[in-house]
């Protein structure tokens, strides 16, 4: 594959259609794991299809490529959703995904970049994938590349300390190559978000922190690549899209249920969840 | 056994060399960028903010974010120093150094300055005596722990050419030169004074000269106790350090730091496992500091010369 350059894909139903493709592969590899975390990465997926493949520019044969965008995965238990992704793109062979989760494999339970050329930094432990990108921001404004930066974090993982000091230094610094995700699927491992500790008003909280929000439905890819225009376009001060997802998208009885959070789908959930995805 | 005209110069804190050789480094390379936590003035990361304040980060009181920032930061080609006290550096953010500096692999420099007890009045919730134990424990990190300014001057320009975490040890109180002019350090080459044929005296940090007084009180009583400094505590100059454990009949060592986890911890280990003899480790006895004048600490806690001749007696007594 060559390089992806930016726009490589405008048309919304291809992204939807890449997004079915992406969900599919996130369930044959969890089945095939025997463990993992379901419900966020099908969560964050259509977000995360429409930053890699209408945004970004990235050449899977040269990962390291100076003037690549970068991608966080601030919420780094997904991982899931960006190998899926990275396996649909093209940066490693389609058969690498069955071993997730297995000890010679690059595809570890969460990002470990050093395994797996196109992971930037490693994460997992949640709340420090922002500093990660403001980092990568600033190196990137200091080198006057053109190169944006984009996180995605989850509405649990807000609940961290760092995401809020990052969060400030995103605005004090006017960081604007960056682009930040808050993926709000409303559900962590202990319960809803509201009844664990309450995070709202999330709107409210970043725009006092100093950022361009812009709320959206993140299952609607018409709003979700409007978003990613418009935030590209923001000038002087960084950007979050609250993106309004359920967890689970995509599998009627995986949606909203708290005991998918980290719990693979069986043999026969698997073909089930695969036909509905199909259906759809 | 030393340096005759280093010995006259005027004793510097070796936080105040890392501020100038961080500044000379700037003007050398425009890939070398600092951030801090809002103690620029005292870690002296600020004299290379006033002359590149693009390339200086402040991350105000927020030590989390700045090691996450700095491994951004690394990850883009740049070269960061990250400071701020000891304490804070590997205490708070330890979790970050785990995962985006060690885990990662990425090129940053942890240089902490008010290591150990002789951060004086601030007292202990400022006093880093665990921070060694905590930054050896990381898979991937170098720990150094330099004796003086020469050294320290010397281990910056090092680090900043060495890919890879790396975490270096500096103090906020003067302290004498005690290493040759011409010294040259090496990461994991620890320098040795002198071996001794009765004893041998481990030391890193501020402890390297009280080593070096310590020895010269003995040889005044016919004991022969060489002084070796072993500053980096990762990867242990362990060729070294078995060469004085063959040569000599005990080994001390000294650190300003808590005997569990640090220098003492890791020559223990190594010599365990490879060529047991009677080691006495000199530091702080799994206790807290508190406040008062450095010198007063070092008294307290007995990290003096004297408290070093004394436990090499009392070794090679029992050692008979």
Known sequence: ?280 | MSSAQGTERKPKATRNQYGETLLELGRERSDIVALDADLSGSTKTGKFAKEFPERFFNMGVAEQDMIGTAAGLAVTGKVPFASTFAVFETGRAWDQIRLVICYSNTNVKLVATHGGITVGEDGASHQALEDIALMRALPNMTVIVPADATETNSVIRTVADYKGPVYVRLGRSNVPYTMPDDYQFRIGRAHVFHTGKDANIIAAGIMVDAAKKASELLATEGIDAGVINMSTIKPLDEETLLNAAKTGKVIITAEEHSIIGGLGGAVCEFLAENHPVPVRRIGINDSFGCSGGAAELLQLHGLTAENIAEAVKTSLKNAQ
């Open chain 1, 1 to 280: 594959m060559s390089v992806m350059t930016k726009g490589k894909v405008t048309d919304v139903e291809e992204l939807k259609k890449i997004a079915k493709s992406v969900r599919i592969r996130i369930l044959h590899m969890l089945t095939t794991a025997g463990s993992g975390h379901t419900g966020g990465s099908l969560s964050a997926a259509d977000v995360a299809v429409a930053i890699y493949f209408s945004k970004m520019k990235f050449n899977p044969k040269d990962p390291s490529w100076k003037d690549r965008d970068r991608f966080i995965l601030s919420k780094g238990h997904a991982a899931p959703l960006q190998y899926s992704i990275m396996a649909e793109a093209g940066y490693f062979p389609e058969e690498t995904t069955q071993t997730l989760r297995t000890t010679e494999s690059p595809l570890q339970g969460h990002p470990c970049c050093k395994r797996l050329p196109g992971i930037e930094v490693s994460t997992g432990s949640l709340g420090q994938g922002l500093s990660v990108a403001n980092g990568m921001a600033l190196g990137l404004r200091l080198d006057r590349n053109p190169a944006r930066v984009y996180c995605i974090m989850g509405d649990g993982e807000i609940q961290e300390g760092q995401i809020w000091e990052a969060a400030m230094t995103a605005a004090h610094y006017k960081i604007d190559n960056l682009c930040a995700v808050v993926d709000c699927n409303g559900l962590q491992i202990d319960g809803p978000v509201a009844k664990v500790m309450n995070i709202e008003p999330v709107v409210d909280k970043w725009e006092a922190f100093g950022w361009h929000v812009i709320d959206i439905d993140g299952h609607n890819m018409e709003q979700i690549v409007g978003a990613l225009d418009k935030a590209e376009g923001i000038k002087g001060k960084p950007t979050v899209i609250i993106a309004n997802t359920t967890k689970g998208k995509g599998v009627s009885f995986f949606e909203n249920k708290v005991e998918y959070h980290g719990v693979a789908p069986s043999l026969e959930e698997l073909e089930k969840a695969v036909k509905e995805i199909d259906n759809e």
